[in-house]
């Protein structure tokens, strides 16, 4: 059973920072893409940030030069830094995965959610 565990949530001032994290565990052959969503209250979720296995990545225009999501082939484990954080960057961050099982097929995973909250 393949599982997404997220942490490094929580609650910051406006213009800190936090640095999320993602580790895949379980039995699989690889992970192509790696991404960090966002959904707010009343909104509807949105893709922050992507890393492609070759590392290629893209951001959220909302987010670009403040973001930076990377990932650890090794660890299975995606992180996420962000700085200068707003107000509006508050939302439940989710981690998602697209995992290659044993036999080729590839399915999309989901993390339980880290809340962040950016408040004075």
């Known amino acids: 059973q393949v599982q997404l565990v997220e942490s490094g949530g929580g609650l910051v001032q406006p213009g800190g920072s936090l640095r999320l994290s993602c580790a895949a565990s379980?039995?699989?052959?690889?992970?192509?893409?790696m991404a960090w969503f966002r959904q707010a209250p009343g909104k509807q979720r949105e893709l922050v940030a992507v890393i492609y296995s070759g590392g290629t990545t893209n951001y959220a225009d909302s987010v670009k030069g403040r973001f930076t999501i990377s990932r650890d082939n090794a660890k299975n484990t995606v992180y996420l830094q962000m700085n200068s954080l707003k107000p509006e960057d508050t939302a439940a961050y989710y981690c998602?995965?697209?995992?290659?099982?044993?036999?080729?097929?590839?399915?999309?995973?989901w993390g339980q959610g880290t809340q962040v909250t950016v408040s004075s």
């Open positions: 379980g039995s699989f052959a690889s992970i192509n893409l």
């Open positions: 998602n995965a697209h995992i290659r099982a044993a036999l080729g097929y590839e399915y999309i995973y």
